[in-house]
């Protein structure tokens, strides 16, 4: 294609629609169908120019000229509480489901390398000098050492708060740099794993994997399962620039970024809760059962909110991405 040539026969047209976008609302009803039939001509324009002969000053002149249309033809939407209803029970759900290939086999390896470094840990007392004195490990790992007084030092609200920051904090540096490759979620969840296997097998060499269990299960399956979904879609993000599929590499990345971003919200709402258990429950003076069945129901739970409404809405189509008026064509417009 000459573009030249090509912007010469259409440059009125743009010309036009910059001109009625100009005006407003103060359109006749004919204005009004000029407007609409002057989008879609520049819309299918833009495609070709991306297509055939990409030149970055026009694509942007063009690309925010059928932005500025697409506005004012469709109407600015805002955010309602039936948004909100309909993102807690089929959006997040239905993206949580629909990553759960990269989320549950990357839940199994991480727990599956913890127990690895926590038995390696455990069974060498060499490995164990490498990381403390011994005086300072019996002093972690002792009856109401700093792994046992940990989760009561400071008061539950405010505990629960840091916590919630924290964690919420880590899943969404999952999430994001995802695009990086993967490279910096494979760190982050190795930093999360080392960290779970180090008290695996400090507290199983002192004799007290127990007490280490009744008080990282209450709160962390709810908080590990955050973590790993966050890992997991931060993955496939990461994936996405690799093999972006039936789309073009940027409508891949974009439907997979948008999707992950609400996730972020979504994974917020969960750590809020885990945080909440962390903070009151597993400080708490109830007996060790009480304290992991709540986070085992918990987990149930959360589970059952992700596989039923999930799954229900993955099936009809819901991946998590915004709704279709909110987003722009994912295929290019046939001249």
């Known amino acids: ?28 009803g004919a204005e009004a169908d000029e407007l609409v039939a002057l989008y879609q001509r520049t819309a299918t324009h833009l495609s070709l120019i991306q297509s055939s002969a990409p030149d970055p000053t026009l694509t942007t002149r063009l690309t925010q000229l059928v932005a500025r249309a697409r506005a004012t033809v469709t109407g600015t939407r805002r955010a309602t509480w039936h948004d909100a209803a309909r993102f807690l029970t089929a959006g997040f759900p239905a993206a949580v489901y629909e990553s759960r290939r990269w989320w549950i086999p990357t839940a199994l390896l991480s727990t ?24 300072d490990l019996r002093q972690m790992t002792r009856p109401g050492g700093e792994y046992e007084t940990y989760y009561s030092s400071h008061p539950a609200a405010s505990f629960a708060a840091q916590v919630w ?30 960290n779970l296997g180090v008290g695996i097998g400090l507290m199983s060499s002192a004799g007290r994997l127990d007490i280490f269990l009744g008080l990282i299960l209450p709160h962390g399956l709810l908080e590990l399962t955050a973590v790993f979904v966050a890992a997991g879609t931060g993955l496939r993000l990461g994936w996405t620039l690799i093999d972006p599929g039936p789309y073009s590499r940027r409508t891949a990345l974009a439907r997979q970024g948008r999707a992950a971003l609400g996730m ?51 099936r ?20």
Do not use: K
Request: glycine share 10%; with cysteine.
């Open 1 to 28: 294609m000459d573009l030249d040539v090509f912007v010469t026969a259409h440059r009125a047209e743009w010309d036009r629609l910059d001109q009625l976008l100009r005006r407003g609302r103060r359109l006749t």
């Open 112 to 135: 599956l390398l913890a127990a690895i470094i926590g038995w390696w840990i455990g069974a060498h007392p060499e490995v164990q000098s490498a990381i403390g004195a011994p005086e």
């Open 165 to 194: 920051t924290n964690n919420a904090q880590a899943a969404a540096m999952c999430l994001v740099l995802g695009a990086f490759f993967c490279l910096p979620v494979i760190w982050i969840l190795f930093i999360n794993v080392l």
């Open 264 to 314: 972020a919200i979504g994974l917020a709402l969960v750590l809020f809760v885990s945080g909440l258990i962390e903070g009151f429950v597993t400080p708490s003076g109830l007996p060790t059962w009480a304290r992991i069945s709540m986070g085992v129901v918990a987990e149930l739970v959360f589970l059952t909110y992700v596989y039923v409404l999930g799954g229900r809405a993955a």
């Open 316 to 335: 009809a189509g819901d991946i998590g991405d915004v709704q279709d008026t909110d987003r722009s064509a994912e295929l290019p417009v046939a001249a």
